[in-house]
Nanobody, 125 residues
């Protein structure tokens, strides 16, 4: 059973930084995994943000523009999203997600077959 628990959201001014964490379990597909983040605002579809495959490959949405870094601590089963130079447009609920390793990319429209309850990020101008 996949379990994903996010933390680290909050309020920050534009230009600031936040690090999101996700304690994950049950996400392994044999020796492989795919984890990531997507975000969503009310009334809009989810936006994949970043993904990381067990082989080290990462993908990022175009809007990230080098500001975010996804990483995974294998020893502690924790996924991170370091977000720098935050903008008001980044305001959303961010969800930790697990996906089949076959579809481990932010370009996969349905990225995030499993996801947590989310953590709110608010960026003020």
């Amino acid at each position: 059973q996949v379990q994903l628990v996010e933390s680290g959201g909050g309020s920050v001014q534009a230009g600031g930084s936040l690090t999101l964490s996700c304690l994950a379990s049950g996400y392994m597909h044999g020796s492989q995994y795919c984890l990531g983040w997507f975000r969503q605002v009310p009334g809009k579809e989810r936006q994949p943000v970043a993904s990381i495959h067990s082989d080290g490959r990462t993908t990022y949405a175009d809007f990230v523009q080098g500001r975010f870094t996804i990483s995974h601590d294998n020893a502690n089963n924790t996924l991170y999203l370091q977000m720098n130079t935050l903008k008001p447009a980044d305001t959303a609920t961010y969800y930790c997600a697990a996906e089949s390793p076959t579809y481990c990319s932010v370009t996969y429209p349905q990225f995030g077959s499993y996801y947590g309850r989310g953590t709110r990020v608010t960026v003020s101008s």
